[in-house]
């Protein structure tokens, strides 16, 4: 036979997938848009070589006219890049994906991929790989994009790629052949023999023929998110198992059974088929999952005890459902499940996101046809876990499926919120999730349509920050009346900080502390600060920060110029009151310190002799700067030992010189700071941020009982800031020098030990890492402003909680100037955000709607009311 290297049958999942009608649109995609220069001849010859790599790639699929369909390896298989004029696309690249799903694929015609390069314009389009079910599944397809985006970098740049040698799909083919059948048939009529579909609540038929399947998706937050992640770190569990988990028992509470079948997205391949080399192939399908919820006991038992069943469970999974119905006695066609959960599980590292940014391509986005189910749960991750529900438009009403998602949300969040609730009161939560809708229309939606007003109620319903809304047309337009959850009297003030940039040996060493000065006067933000820092490369540029504050007076008009801090046990403070008296000066009245006994001994080479004594120097140093930026005279003793008194000059323009107190963890020290009548200045370094709070909290208290007025005093808390468009695109940038920072900041890496209660080593090497890449997960989530706009405002929200007046914002512990001066314009909308109610409902549920609808849905006004006219109020 001519171009055949290879003929073999077709797998178990491959026969039910090819058995569906029109198989040959079994079409998935995986598409990014680009912004550069792509070369396509590049392009297309890592596609022929990705190609000859793979078997699976030059697969083709016979089943006419054959006693058993086979499929055949070709030798030799040549495509090209599909190159498309996308500038005037109809319905843009979505329309075309679904357009080249319809257009399908020979199935006898390898290969069954397809590499298309769209463009909208000389250097923007979009990269799409599509490829048929049959040959590649989800993440194969990832592997195999990983593999084509490093075969075009090594092209481009004229050098082999080093890729391992990849292993052939008949290799998992005779591994299923070598499964003992009759072990794995017993071990399903064990599991499934007696039981009954699960039936989905609520689905009347339609007089409708067809109705296109809609998609309701809904994202946890960035902390939700990190809550479930360390969840299941903690408690050594896998997504499945909690996603899968929490599906039953929505089901239970759907339908009072606690015998619950559903679907399933099975891996399909033994853990020995993929590690080592790698083998790219069809192998995940849908398998029926039986489990039985319990009506009492702790949730993280059953979980764990469930995860056994599960992992045991995965040695027979490589069988169909068709093989599945024939053990049970059951008809071809009978039902088996109405419902199935598909949980994607990303690599802690993956490798697929940097890479692809490095090539100007900028997320990865997978589309695939509808399953052929009435519901079809995703579980997606990413910086913010995606939930999205795919469900048949002709049975389900919007809200039905709005309140579903929500209800499995809740669940996820208190099931790893609250570990050790016990099962039977989970149905609380569910039932208030379910109240948050509401009834409204219940009727069926038609194809093609928007969703309704009622529908975006629903949805604006179950946000947060929500107390009640009414949607309503407004002549032309559709108007949401909100009543948000509460509306805060005080708003939270941004500042600048500087603190940890290294000696580069650049020229232009201070080229980012100019460009955000100007930049953060032009936009108001309160402060720019610049620390002591003597003696090491890192923080080093920073000897002297009354001299720095001078250079920003004659570059800024309003932002105020501090030290954070001024370690007063290395200064005069005669030097201190004259240096900052000129900032005064030059600034207008802008200047401001935060003080600090410091804690380097070589720092202490100015002074030895206060490094015994330095937080008392500090305090006796302070009274002196006081009084003589006061005007008064202070005693010392010049040259000969004699006692004279003096004043310093010039006058500073302030009555009084703003102080701040740096503060680490020892709350007798805040205590101090706020009964003495001064403002905090504090930081996460070597405390978590619960516990910052709480000593912000202490200060307050004690200027409270010593009389100063709360509009007196302020609370400044400095943390590491880099806010960005893209979730994804931030963590790139922010990663590696943040991981650096945290490892080489050896109390934050205590601190992370001692809230774990790790009995380690931290200076063990493989500690290290561990607890740094462990530390920046943890760290960027709940200690920091690292994210976008709308998902760094909840942290806002917990440091105005907190009784903080001012963020701190650190922005130079790493990441490469002109990505942080390009950062922030994002930080400056944040702030915007921030002090301003109105728009930042409007920002936050546009965003939200436009992550719960998935596809068009007209546009809204938000209108921010104090309570609705059925309220009493409106």
Same mark, same amino acid.
């Given at each position: 036979?001519?171009?055949?290297?290879?003929?073999?049958? #077709?797998?178990?999942s491959?026969?039910?997938l090819?058995?569906?009608?029109q198989?040959?649109?079994?079409?998935?995609?995986?598409?990014?848009?680009?912004?550069?220069?792509?070369?396509?001849?590049?392009?297309?010859?890592?596609?022929?070589?990705?190609?000859r790599?793979h078997?699976? $790639?030059?697969?083709?699929?016979?089943?006419?006219?054959?006693?058993?369909?086979?499929?055949?390896?070709?030798e %030799?298989?040549?495509?090209?890049?599909?190159?498309v004029?996308a500038?005037?696309?109809p319905g843009?690249?979505?329309?075309?994906?679904?357009a080249d799903?319809?257009?399908?694929?020979?199935?006898?015609?390898a290969?069954?991929?397809?590499?298309?390069?769209?463009r909208?314009?000389?250097?923007? =389009?979009?990269?799409?790989?599509?490829?048929?079910?049959?040959?590649?599944?989800a993440g194969?397809?990832?592997?195999?994009?990983?593999?084509?985006?490093?075969?075009?970098?090594?092209?481009?740049?004229?050098?082999?790629a =080093?890729?391992?040698?990849s292993?052939?799909?008949?290799?998992?083919?005779?591994?299923?052949?070598?499964?003992?059948?009759?072990?794995t048939?017993?071990r399903?009529?064990e599991?499934?023999?007696?039981a009954?579909?699960?039936?989905?609540?609520?689905?009347?038929p339609?007089?409708?023929a067809?109705?296109?399947a809609?998609?309701?998706?809904?994202?946890?937050?960035?902390?939700?998110?990190?809550?479930?992640q360390?969840?299941?770190r903690?408690?050594k569990l896998?997504?499945?198992?909690?996603?899968?988990?929490?599906w039953?028992?929505l089901?239970?509470?759907?339908?009072?059974?606690?015998?619950?079948?559903?679907g399933?997205?099975?891996?399909?391949?033994?853990?020995?088929?993929?590690?080592?080399?790698?083998?790219?192939?069809?192998?995940?399908?849908?398998?029926?999952?039986?489990?039985?919820?319990?009506?009492?006991?702790?949730?993280?038992?059953?979980?764990?005890?469930?995860?056994?069943?599960?992992?045991?469970?995965?040695?027979?999974e490589?069988?169909?459902?068709?093989q599945?119905?024939?053990?049970?006695?059951?008809?071809?066609?009978?039902?088996? #499940?109405?419902?199935?959960?598909?949980v994607?599980?990303?690599?802690?590292?993956d490798?697929?996101?940097?890479?692809?940014?490095?090539?100007?391509?900028?997320?990865?986005?997978?589309?695939?046809?509808?399953?052929s189910?009435?519901?079809?749960?995703e579980?997606?991750?990413?910086?913010?876990?995606?939930?999205?529900?795919?469900?048949?438009?002709?049975?389900?009403a919007?809200?039905?499926?709005?309140?579903?998602? !929500?209800?499995?949300a809740?669940?996820?969040?208190?099931?790893?919120?609250?570990?050790?609730?016990?099962?039977?009161?989970?149905?609380?939560?569910?039932?208030?999730? =379910?109240?948050?809708? !509401?009834?409204?229309?219940?009727?069926?939606?038609?194809?093609?349509?928007?969703?309704?007003?009622?529908e975006?109620?629903?949805?604006?319903?179950?946000?947060?920050?929500?107390?009640?809304?009414?949607?309503?047309?407004?002549?032309?337009?559709?108007v949401?009346?909100?009543?948000?959850a509460?509306?805060?009297?005080?708003k939270?003030?941004?500042?600048?900080?500087?603190?940890?940039?290294?000696?580069?040996g650049?020229?232009?060493k201070?080229?980012l502390?100019?460009?955000?000065?100007?930049f953060?006067?032009?936009?108001?933000?309160?402060s720019?600060?610049t620390?002591?820092?003597?003696?090491?490369?890192?923080?080093?540029?920073y000897?002297?920060?009354?001299?720095?504050?001078?250079? $920003?007076?004659?570059?800024?008009?309003?932002?105020?110029?501090?030290?954070?801090?001024?370690?007063?046990?290395?200064?005069?403070?005669?030097?201190?009151?004259e240096?900052w008296?000129?900032?005064?000066?030059?600034?207008?009245?802008?200047?401001?310190?935060?003080?600090?006994?410091?804690?380097?001994?070589?720092?202490?080479?100015?002074?030895?002799?206060?490094?015994?004594? %330095?937080?008392?120097?500090?305090?006796?140093?302070l009274?002196?700067?006081?009084?003589?930026w006061?005007?008064?005279?202070?005693?010392?003793?010049?040259g000969?030992?004699?006692?004279?008194?003096?004043?310093?000059?010039?006058?500073?323009?302030?009555?009084? $010189?703003?102080?701040?107190?740096?503060?680490?963890?020892?709350?007798?020290?805040?205590?101090?700071?706020?009964?003495?009548?001064?403002?905090?200045?504090?930081?996460?370094l070597g405390?978590?941020?619960?516990?910052?709070?709480?000593?912000?909290?202490?200060?307050?208290?004690a200027?409270?009982?010593?009389?100063?007025?709360?509009?007196?005093?302020?609370?400044?808390l400095?943390?590491?800031?880099?806010?960005?468009?893209?979730a994804?695109?931030?963590?790139?940038k922010?990663?590696?020098?943040?991981?650096a920072?945290?490892?080489?900041?050896?109390?934050?890496?205590?601190?992370?030990v001692?809230?774990?209660?790790l009995?380690?080593?931290?200076?063990?090497? %493989?500690?290290?890492?561990?607890?740094?890449?462990?530390?920046f997960?943890?760290?960027?989530?709940?200690?920091?402003?690292? =994210?976008?706009?709308?998902?760094?405002?909840?942290?806002?929200?917990?440091? $105005?909680?907190?009784?903080?007046?001012?963020?701190?914002?650190?922005?130079?512990?790493?990441?490469?100037?002109?990505?942080?001066?390009?950062?922030?314009?994002h930080?400056?909308?944040?702030?915007?955000?921030?002090?301003?109610?109105?728009l930042?409902?409007e920002?936050?549920?546009s965003?939200?709607?436009?992550?719960?609808?998935?596809?068009?849905?007209?546009?809204l006004?938000?209108?921010?009311v104090?309570?609705?006219?059925?309220?009493?109020n409106?």
């Amino acid at each position: 036979m001519k171009n055949v290297e290879d003929v073999y049958r #077709f797998t178990a999942s491959q026969r039910e997938l090819l058995s569906q009608r029109q198989p040959e649109s079994r079409i998935e995609h995986l598409h990014s848009p680009f912004r550069g220069a792509v070369d396509e001849s590049a392009l297309e010859e890592a596609l022929r070589e990705l190609v000859r790599r793979h078997t699976a $790639l030059r697969t083709a699929f016979f089943m006419q006219g054959l006693a058993e369909p086979m499929q055949v390896v070709r030798e %030799k298989v040549s495509p090209s890049l599909e190159r498309v004029d996308a500038t005037s696309l109809p319905g843009g690249v979505d329309a075309w994906l679904e357009a080249d799903r319809q257009r399908g694929m020979n199935l006898t015609a390898a290969p069954l991929v397809r590499l298309s390069l769209l463009r909208t314009g000389p250097d923007t =389009g979009a990269l799409v790989f599509g490829y048929h079910g049959a040959v590649l599944d989800a993440g194969s397809a990832r592997l195999c994009l990983e593999e084509l985006l490093h075969l075009y970098k090594a092209r481009r740049e004229q050098r082999e790629a =080093g890729l391992e040698k990849s292993r052939p799909f008949r290799e998992y083919l005779s591994w299923t052949e070598q499964q003992p059948t009759a072990e794995t048939e017993a071990r399903w009529r064990e599991r499934l023999g007696g039981a009954r579909p699960t039936l989905l609540p609520e689905l009347p038929p339609t007089a409708e023929a067809t109705a296109p399947a809609r998609v309701q998706q809904q994202l946890l937050s960035s902390t939700e998110t990190g809550n479930v992640q360390a969840f299941l770190r903690k408690h050594k569990l896998e997504p499945g198992t909690l996603v899968q988990a929490a599906w039953a028992l929505l089901l239970r509470h759907l339908t009072g059974s606690q015998d619950v079948v559903f679907g399933a997205l099975v891996p399909g391949r033994p853990a020995s088929l993929s590690q080592g080399r790698p083998m790219l192939g069809s192998f995940a399908h849908v398998l029926p999952r039986r489990l039985t919820v319990p009506s009492d006991g702790n949730a993280v038992r059953w979980l764990r005890g469930l995860q056994a069943d599960l992992t045991e469970a995965q040695r027979h999974e490589h069988v169909s459902t068709a093989q599945v119905r024939q053990w049970l006695g059951l008809a071809e066609d009978a039902l088996l #499940f109405q419902s199935a959960v598909a949980v994607w599980e990303a690599p802690d590292e993956d490798p697929l996101k940097p890479l692809a940014r490095g090539l100007g391509l900028h997320g990865f986005t997978r589309s695939a046809p509808s399953p052929s189910l009435p519901l079809y749960v995703e579980a997606v991750p990413g910086p913010r876990l995606a939930l999205r529900l795919h469900h048949d438009a002709r049975r389900f009403a919007p809200l039905d499926v709005i309140r579903l998602s !929500g209800q499995l949300a809740a669940l996820l969040d208190t099931l790893v919120s609250q570990p050790d609730r016990d099962v039977s009161s989970l149905g609380e939560v569910l039932d208030a999730a =379910g109240k948050a809708v !509401g009834a409204g229309a219940r009727g069926p939606i038609t194809a093609g349509s928007t969703p309704e007003p009622e529908e975006l109620r629903a949805l604006i319903a179950q946000h947060p920050e929500v107390r009640s809304v009414a949607v309503r047309v407004e002549g032309d337009a559709l108007v949401a009346h909100v009543v948000p959850a509460r509306r805060r009297a005080r708003k939270l003030d941004f500042g600048l900080f500087f603190f940890a940039d290294e000696d580069s040996g650049s020229r232009d060493k201070y080229h980012l502390l100019l460009e955000a000065a100007k930049f953060g006067d032009q936009h108001g933000f309160t402060s720019v600060s610049t620390p002591e820092r003597h003696f090491h490369e890192h923080g080093g540029i920073y000897p002297n920060p009354a001299m720095l504050a001078s250079a $920003l007076a004659t570059i800024t008009r309003n932002i105020r110029l501090r030290a954070g801090s001024v370690v007063l046990p290395l200064q005069s403070p005669f030097r201190v009151a004259e240096e900052w008296s000129i900032v005064d000066n030059l600034s207008g009245g802008r200047a401001g310190i935060s003080i600090a006994s410091g804690w380097v001994p070589n720092d202490f080479a100015f002074f030895p002799e206060n490094f015994a004594r %330095k937080r008392d120097v500090m305090w006796e140093n302070l009274e002196k700067v006081e009084r003589l930026w006061r005007g008064e005279a202070v005693t010392t003793l010049d040259g000969v030992g004699k006692e004279v008194q003096l004043k310093v000059f010039p006058r500073p323009i302030q009555p009084r $010189l703003p102080t701040w107190v740096t503060c680490a963890t020892d709350p007798a020290l805040f205590e101090r700071t706020g009964a003495s009548g001064y403002n905090v200045l504090t930081s996460l370094l070597g405390q978590s941020l619960e516990e910052a709070l709480e000593r912000i909290g202490l200060f307050h208290a004690a200027a409270d009982r010593a009389g100063h007025a709360r509009g007196s005093r302020i609370a400044t808390l400095m943390m590491h800031t880099f806010v960005g468009q893209d979730a994804d695109e931030v963590l790139d940038k922010v990663r590696a020098p943040l991981t650096a920072y945290l490892r080489a900041h050896v109390a934050l890496m205590q601190t992370l030990v001692k809230s774990l209660d790790l009995q380690v080593d931290i200076n063990e090497p %493989k500690w290290a890492d561990y607890l740094a890449s462990y530390a920046f997960e943890r760290y960027y989530r709940s200690g920091a402003l690292i =994210g976008t706009v709308t998902s760094c405002l909840p942290m806002v929200d917990r440091l $105005l909680d907190g009784d903080v007046d001012e963020v701190a914002c650190l922005i130079d512990f790493g990441v490469d100037t002109a990505s942080v001066l390009d950062s922030l314009t994002h930080l400056a909308e944040l702030k915007r955000l921030a002090q301003d109610d109105a728009l930042r409902m409007e920002r936050v549920l546009s965003e939200y709607l436009d992550e719960r609808v998935v596809g068009r849905r007209p546009p809204l006004h938000i209108r921010l009311v104090d309570a609705l006219p059925s309220e009493g109020n409106g």
